[in-house]
């Protein structure tokens, strides 16, 4: 199967709340949000149809992690809301990727999100503790989101298993998926609308 190609930031869009999986005539477009105003990717769209294809009617909460990682809550089909954030893009820029003291500056900014460009300014002689404490302002931000809810998170590699390690911590509901697996049912899903209305 071909790939489908994908709109990119500020391309094609559809408004939230809409359909994840529905035609596609050319390019797969975007999402776009008024409040708080955000936008995804057509490639983030596909990864979304993916989880919703494989989960009908369902309720909770997808988070695709990447450079741009996206929280996106989707119910029966239909993305509800969703935010993105370049927690993983700053944490590349400050070389904090680490390990060591990682939870100390998850549980600092998670419940004191106040405190992350203090604990940012000790990047250089703590950057594990640097990289929680992005993760940890993340995770507060997004609280509404993976709060009471089952979270999918997409993705793969040394990031994501820190997001599944921090959300995991927090006892939220979590289920992984790998992205190459999503991709390929959000294309066949796509693809399979367009077919319908043909």
Known sequence: MSELPTA????????????????????VAGL??????????GAQVVLLAGVVAARPNWDGVVCLVGARTLWAHVSAGEVVSFSSFVTVQLAESLSVISKEGFDKGLDITLSRPEKLATELAQADVAP????????????????????????VLIGEGTEAEFYAQAIARQGA???????????????????????QKS
């Not at 990119?8 to 390019?27: F, H, M």
């Not at 594990?128 to 979270?151: D, F, I, K």
């Not at 509901?173 to 190459?180: D, E, F, G, Y």
């Not at 697996?181 to 077919?195: P, S």
């Open 32 to 41: 776009v949000q008024e409040s708080p105003a955000d936008r995804a990717t």
């Open 8 to 27: 990119k930031l500020g391309e094609l869009t559809r408004k939230v709340p809409c359909k994840v999986i529905v035609p596609v005539a050319g390019l």
């Open 128 to 151: 594990g503790r640097s990289w929680g404490a992005l993760m940890g302002a993340e995770l507060a931000a997004t609280r509404p989101y993976w709060l009471g809810q089952e979270v």
């Open 173 to 195: 509901m979590l289920q992984r998926a790998r992205s190459s697996d999503v991709v390929t049912v959000g294309q066949h899903a796509l693809i399979a609308a367009g077919k």
